[in-house]
């Protein structure tokens, strides 16, 4: 039956193992937010789920690879904010347009994320699964509107380029509003749509 449905049936020692590995990551990523990374500790995240220490490292080796897992976890907490925005958008610009202001949006909310995603040292996280679905959802959207006609490519900026153009643009503000301008957001996030608006429509310039 679960062959035929798609539909796989795991045991509650599975369960329970998934559901342990995903309380640690929680903790993990409330400890960095509040203390920084500095303050967060194998032990503490096994004393806030009542694990011992040496449990613990049953599911994480270390504190890299925990700190690793929670940057993934972020990664996918960015996709599904990203993906609920742009469940009204009704063509490949306003898709980009909601999903560019959803990447903003989520940095602005979420700033010790955001940097633990993309301020730090490449890993398996910043290469990953999580990444990878962001990239080829982006890479579609673009290809899209390059076949209704709503975007131009040309020979040296083809639909792979416009994708990075369009990511290139929202880290960036992201990045400094996060950073640098962190206390002067008033007024950002209407800047920030009609700076995309104008990138956007630069795409269908021939």
């Known amino acids: 039956f679960t062959e035929c449905t798609g539909m796989s049936i795991q045991n509650p020692q599975t369960r329970r193992q998934a559901q342990t590995r995903q309380d640690i990551i929680h903790n993990a ?62 063509d490949p610009a306003d898709l980009l347009l909601q999903g560019g202001m959803a990447y903003i949006e989520y940095a602005g909310l979420h700033p010790q994320e955001y940097h633990l995603m993309f301020n730090m040292e490449p890993s398996w996280a910043t290469s990953g699964e ?8 982006l890479l579609q959207i673009v290809r899209h509107g390059i076949e209704q006609g709503r975007f131009v490519p040309g020979p040296d900026y083809d639909a792979a380029s416009i994708a990075y153009h369009c990511w290139a643009t929202v880290h960036g503000i992201a990045s400094l509003q996060t950073t640098v301008l962190r206390d002067e957001r008033k007024g950002l996030l209407t800047m920030s749509r009609v700076i995309l608006q104008k990138v956007i429509a630069g795409f269908a310039v021939k």
């Open 130 to 137: 999580q990444r990878a679905i962001a990239m080829h959802s």
């Open 29 to 90: 990523r409330c400890m960095i937010i509040k203390e920084g990374i500095g303050g967060l500790s194998i032990r503490a995240v096994a004393d806030s789920i009542n694990y011992t220490p040496g449990a613990l490292y049953k599911y994480f080796g270390s504190k890299d690879e925990l700190i690793d897992a929670v940057r993934a976890d972020c990664f996918a907490r960015l996709n599904t904010f990203i993906l609920e925005r742009i469940q009204s958008a009704s």
